[in-house]
């Protein structure tokens, strides 16, 4: 099973940028970035195929750029221009089979997630 671990989260202030990595023991076709905040559903934000087709979530287009290195079985999601609203537990996932969405229903295996915390 393609286990997602994910590093790289931390604080920052607005207007820098950060860089999240998630490794899986397996290679999968399609890996995908979610963020939580307390007290909120958890939303997509950008997932990835293994052809390098991306989908972004409206409040994040432009701003964040996932890519996926199907050699090493990763993904980067690279966050530019964050703002204070993108901070969040932010979570990487694999579906077992079905599109490559960023919905969090479409999702089987799940990382532990890393906190990102964005200060004004």
């Known amino acids: 099973q393609p286990q997602p671990v994910e590093s790289g989260g931390g604080s920052v202030q607005a207007g820098e940028s950060l860089t999240l990595s998630c490794a899986t023991s397996?290679?999968?076709?399609?890996l995908a970035w979610f963020r939580q905040q307390p007290g909120k559903e958890r939303e997509g934000v950008a997932s990835?195929?293994?052809?390098?087709?991306?989908k972004y979530a409206e409040s994040v287009r432009g701003r964040f750029t996932i890519t996926k290195d199907n050699r090493k079985h990763t993904t980067t999601l690279q966050m530019d221009s964050l703002k204070p609203e993108d901070t969040a537990m932010y979570y990487c996932?694999?579906?077992?089979?079905?599109?490559?969405?960023?919905?969090?229903?479409?999702?089987?295996?799940w990382g532990k997630g890393t906190l990102v915390t964005i200060s004004s």
């Open positions: 990835v195929d293994r052809d390098g087709n991306t």
């Open positions: 397996t290679n999968t076709y399609c």
């Open positions: 996932a694999a579906p077992a089979s079905g599109p490559c969405d960023p919905r969090p229903e479409a999702m089987d295996y």
